[in-house]
């Protein structure tokens, strides 16, 4: 860990974090709580929302101010596990086979619309995220650190889609929904705002290894016996709930908490509080409770949180 990241004020940081994103794009904090919240507990984030509306815009100015590499990656019908991996290339000057990274390495990873693409590479992309590191002719090659991927899913649009399976689902940390901008500032767009002047304006905010060492600190920050028991208690009442057929698993609960703790980390707090369990309930755990019938769980999860009394 370095010096800075044991002296750097944090609540300081998350305010002009916020503050220079907000300066490019519009976003809320419902979206961009649990995106920041994800980037410090190595969390990977679902956005789903229609084309045009800034998710691309948002993932480069996250990534300008905290000094990250940043690639985007197209996924298509026709995509292949080695375009988004790399690939062994023959170089004939060096009689030897080299290896060539593909937009994978990279700290934030925009994968745009990951049900367009094959079940062969989508399963690709989630063996990086899970394990952070990718196999390529036998051999295991490690990803960036930190390694975060923003996906995207456009909800509406079914077209030359497939199915993204609950497997895959339960790789991603949150999910997010990124809507329409409020009436103010799409008409700022319209009077020539112009966010790409303004991105390239921003300064980063703190390096990688500062990045890196807040990152480890964020493990220590504690869970108390009641928190995991209220934690547990919701879980727990998502899997009895007559509407659902699949309820929230243990890794779900573990990394909600990872969460939680990402949570109070950056509201300068070493300790979690049932505030942090019940504001992250839903960007953790709609997209990991299955109903019958299908639908969205969102609803249920906060009809189940709010049923759940906190036992102190």
């Known amino acids: 860990m370095t010096d800075s990241a ?35 507990s190595r969390g990977h984030v679902l956005i789903e929302g229609i084309p045009g509306t800034g998710k691309t815009l948002l993932a480069r100015t996250v990534s300008r101010c905290l000094d ?11 995509l292949m596990p080695s375009d988004i991996v790399g690939s062994m290339v023959w170089r004939r000057d060096a009689e030897k086979f080299q290896f060539i990274r593909g937009p994978l390495f990279a700290n934030l990873v925009l994968a745009d619309e990951i049900n367009r693409t094959s079940p062969r590479t989508l399963s690709c992309l989630l063996e990086a995220m899970e394990n952070g590191r990718v196999s390529i002719e036998g051999r295991t090659v490690e990803l960036a650190d930190p390694f975060i991927v923003l996906a995207t899913r456009n909800p509406v649009e079914f077209h030359g889609t497939y199915p993204v399976p609950e497997a895959a689902l339960d790789r991603f940390l949150v999910r997010v929904r990124l ?3 409020d009436a103010d500032r ?10 790409e002047r303004e991105l390239e304006k921003l300064e980063p905010v703190i390096d990688r290894e500062t990045l890196a060492g807040l990152i480890d600190r964020v493990r220590t920050v ?12 919701i879980v727990s009442a998502t899997r009895r709930h007559d ?9 779900a609960a573990m990394t909600w908490l990872s969460a939680c703790r990402a949570r109070a980390f950056l509201d300068g707090r070493d300790y979690v509080l049932p505030d942090d369990v019940k504001a992250l309930a839903v960007p953790v755990l709609g997209h990991r ?7 969205d769980a969102d609803a249920l999860v906060r009809e189940v949180v709010d049923s759940v009394d906190v036992a102190l």
Do not use: K, M, W
């Open 6 to 40: 044991t002296t750097i004020d944090v609540r300081q940081l998350n305010a002009q974090v916020r503050q220079q994103v907000r300066s490019v794009v519009a976003v809320d904090d419902s979206v961009l709580d649990p995106i920041l919240i994800s980037l410090f």
């Open 186 to 195: 799409e008409l700022d767009l319209y009077r020539g705002h112009e966010p």
């Open 243 to 251: 509407a659902v057929v699949l309820g929230a698993s243990p890794r």
């Open 179 to 181: 809507g329409y901008p």
């Open 289 to 295: 409770v299955f109903l019958h019938g299908g639908g």
């Open 68 to 78: 990250v590499a940043f690639n985007r990656v197209q996924f298509t019908n026709d």
């Open 222 to 233: 504690a869970i108390s016996d009641p928190v995991a028991q209220y934690c547990y208690d």
